[in-house]
């Protein structure tokens, strides 16, 4: 590689595996990711059509891509998009657990079965493909999360199911260095403030409510989300390990 490519391509041979990468976030990160050059796989549930349709949009940029339906909810499936994605690519040397969802409510009325959905997507989804992950991942991997500025400061009510399953990941981001740091293995967080996406579009009722409280004026961008796990992605990042970056437009400020 020329130093040229390095600076523009800077994961170029490498490998990496987007959950929920069919919109939103997600869709930004895979893209993003294979702009940088890397093999990107993603995992989709409900939107199959989006998801070949990111794959479409990097392979006609000249990158690689490919779409495996895993609800993050199955261990299963979870277990099977690994394989499939090392099966292509012979690694994964970044993992974005991103895929998420946000069910909840007044705590009083909360389903049992919200909570226990809530689990299984947002942080069993987070343990088993981290597990599975980091059996095929080589010295100078990344494990990269998306938790959320909610584990900073509660701005509204009914969101206390949510912040549980996020502050959990922000949990085993911090003790999961210790166990990957010795392998050359970095861990971070990325804890996006309020973002314009499908699940809080920026007008919808969410940011009538947080919407004055963001430092910069406007919500975020997925783009701007993308930018920064990108940047931990990549070899400039291979001293930050543990870290929770906040990427909020002062939200939390
Ligand atoms: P969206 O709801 O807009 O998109 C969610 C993405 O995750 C989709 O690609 C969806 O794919 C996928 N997904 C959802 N459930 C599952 C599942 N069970 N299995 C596999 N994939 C799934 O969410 P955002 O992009 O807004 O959020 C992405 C992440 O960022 C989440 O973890 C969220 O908690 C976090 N976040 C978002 C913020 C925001 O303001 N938007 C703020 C802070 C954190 P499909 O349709 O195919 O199921």
Redesign the pocket.
């Given at each position: 590689m020329s130093n040229n490519e390095a600076t523009l391509k800077p994961l170029s041979g490498k490998t990496a595996l987007v959950?929920?990468?069919?919109?939103?976030?997600?869709?930004?990160v895979a893209r993003r990711l294979a702009a940088d050059g890397a093999a990107v796989a993603?995992?989709?549930?409900?939107?199959?059509d989006?998801?070949r349709q990111v794959v479409a949009d990097i392979e006609a940029a000249g990158g690689r891509a490919i779409a495996i339906?895993?609800?993050?909810?199955?261990p299963e499936?979870v277990r099977a998009a690994v394989t499939r994605t090392v099966t292509a690519f012979g690694a994964v040397d970044i993992l974005v657990?991103?895929?998420?969802?946000?069910l909840g409510g007044p705590i009083d009325e909360i389903r049992f079965e919200d909570y226990e959905r809530m689990i299984?997507?947002?942080v069993t989804?987070v343990f088993v493909a981290t597990q599975e992950a980091v059996r095929h991942m080589p010295s100078g991997g990344r494990v990269i999360h998306?938790?959320?500025?909610?584990t900073r400061y509660a701005a509204f009510p009914t969101a206390s199911l949510?912040t549980l399953?996020?502050g959990a990941v922000t949990g085993f981001n911090r003790s999961l260095v210790r166990d990957l740091g010795p392998r050359g293995i970095t861990v971070n967080t990325v804890?996006?403030?309020?973002?314009?996406?499908?699940?809080?579009p920026d007008g919808g009722p969410?940011s009538q409510i947080v919407g004055p409280g963001m430092a910069i004026g406007r919500?975020?961008k997925?783009e701007e989300?993308a930018h920064v796990v990108a940047f931990l992605a990549g070899p400039q990042a291979a001293f930050v390990t543990g870290a929770d970056v906040v990427a909020?437009g002062g939200f939390t400020a």
């Open positions: 959950t929920g990468g069919s919109r939103s976030i997600g869709a930004a993603i995992t989709y549930s409900a939107s199959p989006k998801a339906e895993a609800d993050a909810g199955s499936a657990n991103n895929a998420g969802i946000a299984a997507v947002n989804g998306i938790g959320s500025s909610m949510y399953t996020k804890h996006p403030g309020p973002t314009d996406t499908d699940m809080n969410v919500y975020g997925p989300v909020d």
